[in-house]
């Protein structure tokens, strides 16, 4: 098995100005008021290098009101069972799924997102996030949202 990711919550006034300015500059493009990386690290105030090097490690988690609902982002191979297995995952946690929305597949892999009420897991996202990663026909599997 390989490196297990860590998760830590930070209080965003610790953080260093980069990462919260990765985050704002996701969050521009997922809204639409850029339409390129060049346009919104331009008006953050970051170089592209910058952006790329932290994207994937800069996630913004917000607390919920209604419970601890966490949007996941995966990218799983079109092949039969591989969506089951994920959900089989969520069974096993405790986790209760709210959504399910699925892209058509192209190129041999389909966009899945799962919003799912977190707050009687019996795993720690880490562990769920470590179980769903190593599947068979799972490319990706991360936080979205919470």
């Not at 089989?88 to 389909?110: D, E, H, K, V, W």
Request: proline share 3%; glycine share 8%; hydrophobic share 45%.
């Amino acid at each position: 098995m390989g490196k297990q990711t860590k998760f830590y919550i930070v209080a965003a006034s610790a953080l260093p100005d980069i990462f919260i300015k990765v985050a704002e500059a996701k969050r521009m493009m997922l809204s639409g008021e850029a339409a390129t990386v060049g346009d919104a690290t331009k008006r953050v105030g970051i170089s592209r290098s910058a952006f790329y090097k932290y994207k994937d490690a800069v996630q913004p988690f917000n607390d919920m009101k209604t419970g601890h609902i966490i949007t996941f982002y995966t990218m799983l191979k079109d092949n039969p069972g591989v969506l089951s297995n994920v959900l089989a995952i969520f069974a096993g946690s405790g986790a209760n799924i709210l959504t399910i929305n699925q892209s058509i597949p192209t190129n041999g892999c389909a966009a899945v997102t799962i919003s799912a009420e977190t707050s009687d897991m019996e795993i720690t996202l880490e562990e769920l996030i470590s179980r769903a990663e190593v599947l068979d026909g799972v490319v990706k599997f991360e936080i979205l949202a919470g």
